[in-house]
């Protein structure tokens, strides 16, 4: 499965749960008291969504975004037979 790369341009706001998600007794779901954690505020730039936050008196941090790894493969490589005694040395590198 490969991720796309849609969306990455966007800074996302989200608020910070104000209470810790609970057990719903009848059905065993997790459920929190406090709806905020449910939305998520979508901005083109940083400081679009740190502007808004200010203005909003909200405190406000910023989570980095990873670089990503990527392995070039062969799609015939998910079909290749490798004994168990090199599977680890695959997995390693």
Do not use: H
Not at 2 to 18: C, D, H, K, T, V
Not at 22 to 49: C, H, I, K, N, Y
Not at 62 to 68: D, L, M
């Amino acid at each position: 499965m490969q991720s796309g790369r849609a969306g990455i341009s966007e800074w996302i706001l989200e608020y910070e749960s104000a209470t810790a998600k609970t057990p719903e007794p009848l059905m065993g779901w997790s459920r929190a008291d406090d709806t905020l954690g449910q939305v998520r505020m979508r901005f083109e730039t940083l400081e679009a969504a740190q502007k808004f936050a200010q203005e909003q008196g909200m405190a406000c941090s910023v989570i980095p975004t990873q670089e990503r790894k990527i392995k070039p493969r062969n799609y015939g490589d998910n079909f290749r037979y490798i004994p168990v005694s090199e599977e680890e040395t695959v997995k390693n590198t």
